[in-house]
């Protein structure tokens, strides 16, 4: 008998993080009875801002968010997958990416992750108490009702800011001198804080999953305008009531596209003493025929195309994947220069000090642009 192969990996605690990579690692080791999984979990906050590389020195595996990817392929702590997978494979999973999924973990030539979670902001709402906001302006007018949630906590905070300067046509970061130029900057800051002067300040404390947490538990809001879609919400049983996702609503004249990409990738470290398979395991739990069953049907949020298309996927969810497509699909990739981390935790306090009045907004535009600019800086200080 086969010596036993111990695989330590490391995901995120929500159900969504974690539940499908138990069910698939169960699966993995029928076919390959050598290999033993160990999972650890940690917190939304410790998965959006532990370095990949503090990682890749204890786990063979790691679920990893792709604006980390910067640092990772500068330091050589993973693995560059598409050394160890076959073309004809990374043909399938690029071409079966939800939006810009792949190209996230693609950067210096190589793939530094398979995505197995697609997210972006889109719009959550109880269709039990009203329906689905169009514009922006109809946001607008919820908040002034007292029925809008919005999950502020940084760095979800930038990302709002993110997604609507792409919506009106400035995706931000284009211009490695400034965030944004400074009049699009305030039409987007006056449209938000339209908004976040009218909602609970406990806001600026939630992350998507406490705003929806009040969004399912509680009939004095409706609708949470940019959330990262857990389509667990929309799950019969998940919560007192269910969530409805749909396409995020517009500033500008051009749909829904602009929204600030999320979403995980499969990531395998450099330091690991099994390359070949542990590269085996990621490129099966990311492809269309583990995706559309075993990862979908175990609390998983698929990130391949195949299985958004799949009705069987879509039905126990009110149709989440379908109707937020358009939204994943022409959304907006952040920077993923080395330095960018460290400006995404900066400007994100920027924008909530703006937001809550104690930093002015031409001042807050300023420090934002400054900060960016330097991001790039400390980038080649490093």
Known sequence: MPAEIQLKGMTWSDPRGYDPMIAASAAFSERHPEVV???????????????????????????????????????????????????????????????????????EGHQWAFPVDAATQVQAHRSDLGRRAKSWADIIQAAQQGAVVLPMRPPHSLMCV?????????????????????????????????????????????????????LAGSDSVRIAPLTYMYKGYSDLGYRTNRITFSDMPVLGPSGPVGSALGGTGIAVSS??????????????????????????????????????????????????????????????????HKGYMA???????????????????????????????ASFNRESAN
Not at 47 to 58: G, K, R
Not at 300 to 326: C, F, H, I, M, S
Not at 346 to 359: D, F, K, P, R, Y
Request: charged share 15%; glycine share 6%.
């Open 37 to 107: 999984f160990t999972w650890d979990k940690r917190s939304l906050q410790g998965f959006e801002t532990t370095p990949v590389d503090v990682l890749a020195a204890e786990y063979d595996l790691m679920i990893i968010d792709h604006p980390h990817v910067g640092a990772v392929a500068s330091e050589g702590c993973l693995l560059p997958l598409d050394e160890w997978v076959s073309q004809s494979a990374l043909t399938a999973l690029a071409n079966e990416t939800v939006g810009k999924s792949f190209i996230s973990y693609t950067l």
């Open 162 to 214: 993110c997604t609507l300067a792409a919506n009106i046509g400035h995706p931000c970061g284009s211009d490695r001198t400034r965030l944004l130029p400074d009049n699009v900057a305030m039409t987007v800051f006056k449209a938000l804080k339209a908004v976040t002067d009218q909602i609970d300040p406990a806001c600026f404390k939630m992350d998507p999953m406490a705003a929806l947490d009040q």
């Open 343 to 373: 400006f995404q935790e900066t400007g994100s306090e920027i924008v909530n000090a703006a937001l809550t009045g104690t930093l002015e907004l031409s001042a807050a535009i300023s420090a934002l642009n400054c900060e960016f600019a």
């Open 271 to 336: 330091q690991t003493a099994h390359p070949g398979l542990c590269a085996k395991f990621a490129c099966w739990l990311a492809g269309a025929e583990c995706q559309s069953t075993l990862y979908a049907s175990s609390n998983g949020q698929p990130g391949n195309a195949v299985a958004w298309a799949n009705k069987k996927v879509n039905e126990p969810v009110l149709d989440a994947y379908w109707n937020t497509r358009l939204t994943h699909e022409a959304a907006w990739l952040r920077p993923r």
